[in-house]
């Protein structure tokens, strides 16, 4: 979002996450929990931790093409601020008030880059993993051994930085509803949101009176 307009500053009720989106959302929650489960506690033999690591894989490789070209507010570019907006966004933060910020706001915008950054280096060094036991080597362990080294420890220090992640995800979602009175979670089920900010008209359900 750039520059403002009396245009850009009306209050709309918007469709705002696409199916795509949404289905992505929590389907990738749902192949990370058990994921991150069937590895740190699940049986000895991991083909299901394999086989939900690769469901992840495909929806993230799915989600950086809709990044380049899904729809408004799904695109990377909508997305990415400089650290004027960044740092703006972020002092203004403990006003005790909605930001109704129309997509991903800057410092959402941040945590989702990293989320989707170290989820792919995840599940990425999973297939290289070897953790000399015999029974669980990644697909690709055989075939480019140089990586088993790096790619095992990497994938055995990143579990509880993903943990922190999510778990950093849902304070800022709690504290968005609990000290700003926004709640976000909605607009990730039914894609409907109230924001304040340029959008494209076809995505205006109605004008809102201030
Ligand atoms: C393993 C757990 C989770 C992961 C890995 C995760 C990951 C993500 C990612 C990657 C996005 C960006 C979506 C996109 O643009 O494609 C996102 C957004 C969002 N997530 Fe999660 N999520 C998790 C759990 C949850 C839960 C449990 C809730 C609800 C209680 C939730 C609510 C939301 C909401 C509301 C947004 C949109 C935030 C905004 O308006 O900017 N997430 N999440
Ligand atoms: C984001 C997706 C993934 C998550 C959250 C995840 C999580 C985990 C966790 C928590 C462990 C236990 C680590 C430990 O013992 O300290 C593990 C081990 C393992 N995972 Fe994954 N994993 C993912 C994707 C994958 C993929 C795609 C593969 C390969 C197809 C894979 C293969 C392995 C292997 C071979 C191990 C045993 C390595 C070891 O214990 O060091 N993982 N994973």
Known sequence: MTGRSPEADKLRRVRLWDPLVRSFH???????????YLGEFG????????YFGYAIIALLAIRIIWGFIGAWPARFQHFVYGPG???????GIGKRRPSLWPGHNPVGALSVFLLLGVLGLQAFTGLFADPDDFINRGPLANSVPGMVGWATSIHQVLPPIILLLVLLHLAAIVFYKVYK?????????HGRK???????ADRIIEELPE
Do not use: D, Q
């Open 26 to 36: 929590w389907l990738l929650v749902i192949c990370v929990c058990t994921a991150w």
């Open 43 to 50: 049986p000895g033999i991991m083909t299901l931790h394999f």
């Open 85 to 91: 907006t960044f740092f703006r966004y972020l002092s």
């Open 181 to 189: 009175n926004e709640n976000l979670v909605p607009s990730m089920l």
């Open 194 to 200: 109230i924001v304040r900010g340029a959008v494209p």
